[in-house]
């Protein structure tokens, strides 16, 4: 039995809560981060930030209410995708 450490941010947040957030829970141990509410977000940026300034990586996004089905992978190619705006 594996147990496994996902840290879900909402891209809605402020960076200073985030950053609060990952400090907190770093302790016990994070395998990856999980961006919600891109639906809502203006800007992407911070996804990269928080991931490359912890050394954490992502694992998935979600965009929209409808859980599991919002969820998407964060491949490489879709988080460029979602900070340069993108659209595939």
């Not at 829970?25 to 930030?49: A, M, P, R, V």
């Not at 929209?64 to 979602?82: F, N, S």
């Amino acid at each position: 039995f594996t147990l496994e450490g996902h840290l879900v941010l909402a891209l809605t947040e402020q960076s200073l809560q985030m950053e609060r957030c990952i400090h907190q829970y770093s302790e016990i141990g994070i395998q990856s981060l999980i961006f919600t509410k891109l639906d809502s977000g203006w800007t992407f940026g911070e996804i990269y930030n928080q991931a490359y300034r912890h050394k954490i990586p992502l694992s998935f996004f979600s965009v929209g209410t409808d859980i599991p089905h919002a969820l998407e992978a964060a491949t490489r190619e879709r988080v460029i995708e979602r900070i340069f705006g993108i659209q595939s």
